[in-house]
C-alpha cells in the first residue's frame, strides 16, 4: 500500500469484509485525497515461500500474533512471531515479525530470550530499519 502526501492511513483492529469502497472518481492529474470512509488495504502475497509454493494466508498469521501482542499476551505472541518468521521469511513483514517477537519476549520477561531475537534480528536484517533500537536489546 502506497500513502501518498494528503492521504491518511487508518489502522483497523477488527476484521473487515473483502468488499472495498469504491475509489473516488478523479480527474486525470487532480491530487488525491483520501476518502471520508477508510478503504480496506489490500496485500499481495509474497511472491514465493522458500519451497516455491506460495503462502498460506501469512496476512492472518501476523494479524493473530500482532492481536496477542495487542492484547498482552507476549508469550504467545512471541510464539506466533517466530512462527511467522519461519513460515513466511520473504513476506515483506518478516521483519516487523522479528523485531516483534524481540519486544514480545522483553515484555514477557524473557531476557536471555529477548537478547537472542535481538541479535538474530540484526543477523538477519544487518541494515533493518530497527537495527538502533534492537543493537540495545542484543548486549
Known sequence: MTIRA???WIRETHV????????????PGAPRRASARPRA????PP??????VLAEDS????????SLLDAGENRRAAAGFASFVEAHPRDPRAEDAAYSL???????GSEDDAKRAAQDYLKRYPA???RAEVEKLSR
Open 128 to 130: 533493518g530499519f530497527r
Open 47 to 52: 511472491s514465493s515461500a522458500p519451497n516455491g
Open 102 to 108: 524481540v519486544i514480545a519476549l522483553q515484555r514477557s
Open 6 to 8: 494528503g492521504e491518511a
Open 59 to 66: 496476512t492472518s498469521d501476523f494479524r493473530a500474533a500482532m
Open 41 to 44: 488495504a489490500v496485500s499481495s
Open 16 to 27: 473487515v469484509s473483502a468488499e472495498l469502497a469504491p475509489a473516488p472518481a478523479a480527474s
